[in-house]
């Protein structure tokens, strides 16, 4: 028996489930198509929630150390890894039932299997309770799969063993020391983590800054409050051997011409991840890829018109929030080849002008809208302003003085192009320019707004105001 859909949402993660309901929502006949062994996607399950609620643990360890400047005293610190990982799998599971509920009741079917093309619009799918294989036809298919981890072969790798970004979610042990292989958002973030609850902690990076994505000013800021905290870091470094010494793992690398080595109770794999299309068969369905990923247009959808894709299996960005925006738009130009009412009307495209980028260390780090990187490489003039955070009131209160926040604007209206922010709370304040830009303002219409002090937020007026000022050429 085959089974009939407008369209066919293969896995269950954050951009699947935004598509399929808004499918629903739409009147189309959907189906979600969800083959990993748990239920609820890689946010939930192994990135965003679980990793968060870890390196809570990890500031408040910080915190703690830290109440002798507060004149306060806290006594000794004891860590219980075991407890942490408890806490992390409690609140999981809650995360992960309300997605499971979300998918088992929602108005689509919810297909728990393995799905994989056998023509442009038919797939089968495998099922995990062992029934046999259902046949599926889809005038429409969305390719939400999520990522995996990218591998790097380092020689002595795997053989002297490693954590990678899964297993550190699950390990209870706290190792006196740790080498950190990458330098991304997970790298740093898992740094963090460790170096709060007490290692020693080293990062290797391969580009020449962390946060490659990023500008090099926010990137080198937060390089040196990491630094500050003990934390060491050698950017631009080329891997070349790992192996074992005295019960420790050692990693052998080149930098600045030189080959060094560290050593360290246990390594952080954390070299970047993936889409996971493994298995799709997508060449049965027409589809080819390039270096590993799917070619998309700016309405998402792959060289088969009628097979779109979302989320980490997309790209460009690995962020939960543009997931579910891309699963949305893919699931309305879907209704439009299905309904095909009026074949001239052309297809929505993504737009990423609000992307919002966040990680979660000590200090942490966010932006908004374009890098001043991203604006000089497509030759767009732009204005930039910066504010630290020593040199702002409630950051001194709070005993947060490392990074700054720094606006840019087009040099003509002063129109908000992006933000960036390296400090306190960034996560939070980085959507106050969020809300800006999705109204267009301009750094002065940003100045003008009444700001509450003492708070970390009004730090936002100082650059607006420079800004504002500026004499226009």
Not at 375 to 399: E, Q, R, T, W, Y
Not at 437 to 448: I, K, V
Request: glycine share 10%; proline share 4%.
């Amino acid at each position: 028996m085959k089974k009939h859909y407008d369209l066919a949402v293969i896995g269950g993660g954050s951009a699947g489930y935004a598509a399929a309901s808004t499918a629903a929502g739409l009147g189309l006949d959907a189906a979600v198509i969800e083959g990993g062994a748990e239920v609820g996607g890689l946010c939930i399950l192994r990135g965003c929630m679980p990793s968060k609620t870890l390196i809570e643990s990890a500031n408040r360890a910080v915190t703690i150390r830290r109440a002798r400047e507060f004149g306060l005293r806290a006594g000794e610190l004891s860590v219980e890894g075991g407890e942490i990982i408890e806490r992390k799998k409690r609140l999981v599971a809650e995360f992960g039932g309300h997605r499971r509920q979300q998918l088992e009741s929602g108005p689509f079917d919810f297909i728990r299997g393995r799905a994989a093309f056998t023509g442009p619009h038919t797939a089968e799918v495998t099922h995990l309770d062992g029934e046999p294989p259902t046949a599926i036809e889809a005038k429409t298919f969305l390719i939400a799969t999520g990522s995996c981890l990218e591998t790097v072969e380092i020689p002595g790798l795997c053989e002297t063993g490693f954590h990678d970004s899964d297993e550190v979610l699950e390990c209870p042990e706290i190792p006196g020391s740790v080498i950190v292989l990458g330098g991304g958002a997970t790298a740093l973030e898992f740094a963090h983590y460790y170096a709060g609850l007490g290692a020693k902690v080293t990062i290797l990076q391969r580009s020449a800054h962390v946060l490659k994505e990023m500008d090099v000013d926010v990137a080198a800021a937060l390089a040196t409050a990491f630094r500050h905290r003990g934390i060491s870091i050698f950017l631009g470094t080329h891997l070349l051997r790992v192996e074992g010494a005295n019960g420790k793992k050692r990693v052998h690398f080149r930098h600045e011409r030189r080959e060094k080595s560290v050593e360290g109770s246990e390594i952080i794999y954390a070299l970047g991840r993936k889409p996971h299309l493994a298995g799709l068969r997508l060449d049965r369905a027409g589809v080819r890829l390039e270096n590993g990923r799917l070619t998309l247009n700016a309405s998402l959808q792959t060289e088969a018109g009628h097979i779109f894709a979302a989320g980490d299996a997309a790209g460009p960005y690995e962020i939960v929030h543009i997931a579910a925006q891309q699963g949305e738009l893919a699931a309305r130009n879907a209704a439009r080849i299905v309904r095909a009412a009026n074949p001239a009307q052309p297809l929505e495209k993504i737009d990423y002008r609000l992307k919002i980028f966040a990680i979660f260390s000590m200090p942490e780090a966010a932006a908004v809208g374009m890098t001043e990187k991203e604006l000089a490489a497509a030759g767009i003039p732009h204005l930039a302003a910066s504010h630290p955070f020593n040199d702002h009131g409630k950051s001194l209160v709070i005993g947060e003085t490392e990074g700054f926040v720094k606006l840019i604007v087009a040099p003509e209206s002063r129109e908000i192009l992006g933000a960036a922010a390296v400090g306190a709370k960034a996560s939070e304040l980085i959507h106050e320019i969020v809300v800006a830009m999705y109204f267009r303002a301009t750094a002065g219409d940003l100045a003008q707004i009444p700001h509450y002090h003492p708070t970390l937020s009004e730090i936002w007026t100082y650059p607006a105001e420079e800004l504002a000022r500026k004499p226009r050429a």
